[in-house]
């Protein structure tokens, strides 16, 4: 219980397999990274950034939270944007959701989940704003999957709206905002088509002159 042998021979195992690929790989990646992409994604265990992408170690800068949201108020979320945006120089956030994720089942339940109802209350605003839409389709999974898509397209509102990607646009650094959405049952992803990659896509209401 105290030592998770089996992880650590796993660790060596893929450490091995990587190197007899590229003797040099962790040598070469340990100065430097330089990932062209951040990933903000739900923590779901059946999502991972990298194998969904086919990506290695140093591919994809991450940040993961339960059900994909960025709040206005997360420091550890905006942390993870400034740092990718103004220090890594990423040329694509991507938002990823996925279909059935267990924080919009949850926002949508009213049932009494504990503290983390004060979070997954970014999905009932959300909720709130489609309600006519949402309450207008008859099956609970097609209500739940709309859901988990609509959410998608408002992160990747409330990531264009930070002042952060608002001033790399502004000082004319090339950055696209993308919103995509992940099927568990069949491992494929799909794009939400709601890219954003300039000041004059967002609201009025939103941008900063
Ligand atoms: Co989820």
């Known amino acids: 219980m105290r030592v998770l042998k089996e992880l650590f021979e796993k660790n060596k195992k893929w450490a091995d397999k990587v190197k007899a690929k590229n003797p ?15 990933w903000i994604g739900c923590s779901d265990s059946r999502v991972p950034a990298n194998e969904i992408v086919d990506m290695l170690p140093g591919e994809i800068f991450v940040h993961r939270n339960i059900a994909n949201l ?12 400034q740092y990718a945006v103004e220090v890594l120089k990423v040329k694509h956030i991507i938002v990823c959701g996925h279909y059935g994720c267990g924080g919009i ?5 009213n049932k009494d989940h504990g503290l983390i109802d004060n979070w997954l209350r970014n ?15 008859k099956d609970d999974n097609e209500k739940i999957n709309l859901l988990c898509e609509l959410n998608v397209i408002e992160q ?20 696209a905002v993308h919103g995509w959405i992940y099927s568990i049952e069949d491992g494929i992803l799909k794009d939400l088509n709601v890219c954003t990659t300039n000041l004059d896509e967002i609201s009025q209401t939103h941008r900063i002159k």
């Not at 960025?70 to 944007?81: E, G, K, P």
């Not at 990747?156 to 950055?175: E, F, M, P, Y």
Request: net charge negative; with cysteine; charged share 20%.
């Open 105 to 109: 089942k949850a926002a949508m339940d």
């Open 156 to 175: 990747v509102a409330n990531v264009c709206h930070t002042t952060i990607v608002q001033n790399a646009w502004r000082s004319g650094q090339k950055l």
């Open 24 to 38: 040099d790989f962790f040598t070469n990646l340990s100065k430097q990274q330089n990932p062209e992409y951040l």
């Open 123 to 137: 999905i009932s605003d959300i909720h709130r704003y489609y309600r006519e839409h949402i309450d207008s389709l």
């Open 70 to 81: 960025v709040v206005h108020t997360d420091l550890n979320c905006l942390s993870v944007i």
